[in-house]
């Protein structure tokens, strides 16, 4: 029996209201039905966050999907709550569900800056630029009390180590005060993730971060610091949000960004069911509609995780969505200029006790 809707306070603050379970778990949860209403006098779950034991900070990818071979995510799970999230799946493997636990049961790695240094001191170490909150957002709303993110980037200025962001948070004006004299060495871009300029839908498909309008403001905060910035708008959902490419890009544009992308919606795993849930509770009129073009676009399926193809999907609608992308990109002037993070600049942190080089 599917779990019954939630009073609608207890949505409120959360992209998901039901635990899908681990798919490496051993049981399984099933919702009974006891006979009773259901009350409104729940309460909505609280943030809880744990020290993450990871090992190492930089994790290694060789996909030739993304433009960086290395990450870095000071926190696992994610506070924004946003029901498409494709980091979802990665709560199965700490054992918690990739729904409600994925936003309310976060890890952090507290001792993320000292790890880092180590790391980059490290003989073996090459320097390439680090990809920073590429799979779950680096400024979600607990880093404004630890201050991990900042903390990261402190190391890395002080190394002169090029870094990419990538987040939907507004909190990253906290940090221009590191971001401008990095930009000024050509060692850091950021791309702001907009979704949609529907406030009333942003609000209940990414409950936590920074609403569309004050992500622009980041955009041309940044713009005016320097800062190289643009717009990604991931994920573009197929009769969700695809009608705004054309705006969405021009807001972006007039609040100064230089460059744009997007990437079709994604569903891996655990992901599609929450999705669906998701529709049924805020937009059921098109659910079917929607998820019948997620179909179209990932070969008769939720999901297509082929290199090459997961991104953006395959066939006439994908084809559709490159040749509006491309045509508004050039009328706006987005994407006209490359950045090019210099990697040369790098300083190999000194080792405990070696004397600091005064150039």
């Known amino acids: 029996m599917p779990d019954r809707p939630q009073p609608l306070h207890f949505l409120r603050g959360r992209g998901s209201v039901i635990q899908t379970d681990s798919r490496f778990a051993q049981w399984r949860r099933q919702a009974?039905?006891?006979?009773?209403?259901?009350?409104?006098?729940?309460?909505?779950?609280?943030?809880?966050?744990?020290?993450?034991?990871?090992?190492?900070?930089?994790?290694?990818?060789?996909?030739?999907?993304?433009?960086?071979?290395?990450?870095?995510?000071?926190?696992?799970?994610?506070?924004?709550?946003?029901?498409?999230?494709?980091?979802?799946?990665?709560?199965?493997?700490?054992?918690?569900?990739?729904?409600?636990?994925?936003?309310?049961?976060?890890?952090?790695?507290?001792?993320?800056?000292?790890?880092?240094?180590?790391?980059?001191?490290?003989?073996?170490?090459?320097?390439?630029?680090?990809?920073?909150?590429?799979?779950?957002?680096?400024?979600?709303?607990?880093?404004?009390?630890?201050?991990?993110?900042?903390?990261?980037?402190?190391?890395?200025?002080?190394?002169?180590?090029?870094?990419?962001?990538?987040?939907?948070?507004?909190?990253?004006?906290?940090?221009?005060?590191?971001?401008?004299?990095?930009?000024?060495?050509?060692?850091v871009q950021v791309m702001v993730s907009l979704t949609t300029l529907d406030a009333s839908l942003a609000r209940t498909l990414e409950p936590r971060a920074a609403a569309p309008k004050r992500r622009l403001e980041v955009v041309r905060t940044l713009s005016a610091a320097g800062v190289p910035v643009g717009v990604l708008m991931a994920p573009l959902i197929p009769a969700l949000t695809d009608h705004e490419m054309e705006p969405l890009l021009a807001a972006a544009a007039e609040a100064g960004a230089g460059s744009a992308g997007y990437v079709v919606l994604r569903l891996p795993n655990e992901v599609a069911p929450l999705f669906r849930d998701w529709l049924a509770r805020h937009a059921p009129d098109r659910a079917r509609h929607v998820m019948s073009l997620v179909a179209q676009l990932r070969g008769g399926r939720d999901n297509d995780p082929r290199f090459g193809q997961r991104m953006r999907g395959q066939g006439p609608i994908a084809a559709l969505y490159r040749q509006r992308f491309a045509l508004i990109c050039r009328r706006l002037g987005l994407n006209r200029r490359h950045v090019d993070l210099d990697s040369n600049r790098f300083r190999v942190p000194p080792a405990p006790g070696e004397q600091l080089s005064l150039l």
């Not at 199965?92 to 729904?99: C, E, K, R, Y």
């Open 32 to 187: 009974l039905d006891d006979g009773w209403p259901a009350t409104d006098d729940a309460c909505p779950p609280r943030t809880r966050v744990s020290p993450d034991a990871a090992r190492t900070v930089i994790t290694r990818n060789r996909s030739p999907d993304v433009p960086f071979d290395r990450s870095i995510n000071p926190y696992r799970g994610c506070e924004h709550g946003c029901a498409y999230c494709f980091a979802r799946p990665s709560h199965a493997w700490l054992g918690l569900s990739p729904g409600l636990d994925f936003e309310t049961r976060l890890s952090a790695k507290f001792d993320a800056p000292a790890r880092l240094t180590a790391e980059l001191a490290r003989p073996s170490y090459r320097c390439a630029p680090i990809a920073l909150g590429v799979n779950t957002d680096a400024y979600q709303p607990v880093e404004r009390q630890l201050g991990l993110t900042r903390g990261i980037l402190q190391v890395l200025a002080a190394h002169r180590h090029p870094v990419m962001i990538v987040t939907k948070g507004a909190l990253i004006e906290r940090d221009v005060d590191i971001l401008a004299p990095m930009a000024e060495a050509r060692l």
